[in-house]
């Protein structure tokens, strides 16, 4: 079975920055993320769980949503089965507990789809 443990949150000020890794386990190394699209999503406190980024499997296709394009960045390193998060110009509205899910293959926009996930990580910006 897939699990996955997220790291990195944090204080940070506004401004600031922060790097999310998601680090995977549970199958052979060489093809744990081969088959996995990693999604981030994030959920404030009396807020519905959202979608912030995602990264599809072997063809590396990414999307963003629209509240944090250009400021944060997916990746992932496949060898180390690590996907990570980098913020850069966190806003206070970014603070969540932010958490990665995997899913077959391709990414959605819908946290439904996603079938594994972590234990969250939380991120506040704050002065």
């Known amino acids: 079975q897939l699990q996955l443990v997220e790291s990195g949150g944090g204080l940070v000020q506004p401004g600031g920055s922060l790097r999310l890794s998601c680090a995977a386990s549970?199958?052979?190394?060489?093809?744990?993320?081969?088959?996995?699209?990693i999604g981030w999503f994030r959920q404030a406190p009396g807020k519905e769980r959202e979608g912030v980024s995602c990264i599809s499997s072997r063809d590396l296709i990414t999307n963003y949503a629209d509240s944090v394009k250009g400021r944060f960045t997916i990746s992932r390193d496949n060898p180390k089965n690590t996907v990570y998060l980098h913020m850069n110009s966190l806003k206070p509205e970014d603070t969540a507990v932010y958490y990665c899910?995997?899913?077959?293959?391709?990414?959605?926009?819908?946290?439904?789809?996603?079938?594994?996930w972590g234990q969250g990580t939380q991120v506040t910006v704050s002065s």
């Open positions: 549970g199958f052979p190394l060489d093809v744990l993320l081969d088959y996995y699209a």
């Open positions: 899910a995997a899913r077959y293959y391709h990414c959605s926009a819908e946290k439904r789809d996603f079938g594994s």
